[in-house]
């Protein structure tokens, strides 16, 4: 059973950074595809970005391309999203999100298809 951590959620000015991170426990993190999604408020649960099994591959939401970067570094259990040029409208509850999968790809958008969930951490960006 994989569980996982979320931290690094905060208060932001638009324009500013924040760096998630996501530890997982309970297995090999190397196995699992790894993403994080976010929920707006009042608005359903939304693909932000995904890394494959290697973390040769990423994948991202066209709303936060070019200024979001999903990382991994599977020795410490560990995927990131690093958040640059915040924007208001990037406030929400951020989720990580595990897929088993034998695959090497990471082209894995919806909610349905991953296995495992973390309890989420807030991030809000002030205008």
């Known amino acids: 059973q994989e569980r996982l951590v979320e931290s690094g959620g905060g208060l932001v000015q638009a324009g500013g950074s924040l760096r998630l991170s996501c530890v997982a426990t309970?297995?090999?993190?190397?196995?699992?595809?790894m993403a994080w999604f976010r929920r707006p408020p009042g608005k359903d649960r939304e693909f932000v970005a995904s890394?494959?099994?290697?973390?040769?591959?990423?994948y991202y939401a066209d709303s936060v391309k070019g200024r979001f970067t999903i990382s991994r570094d599977n020795e410490k259990n560990t995927v990131y999203l690093q958040m640059n040029s915040l924007k208001p409208e990037d406030t929400a509850v951020y989720y990580c999100?595990?897929?088993?999968?034998?695959?090497?790809?990471?082209?894995?958008?919806?909610?349905?298809?991953?296995?495992?969930w973390g309890q989420g951490t807030q991030v809000t960006v002030s205008s």
């Open positions: 890394i494959s099994r290697s973390g040769g591959r990423t």
């Open positions: 999100a595990a897929k088993i999968t034998q695959y090497y790809t990471g082209d894995y958008y919806s909610i349905e298809e991953y296995d495992y």
């Open positions: 309970g297995g090999t993190s190397s196995d699992y595809v």
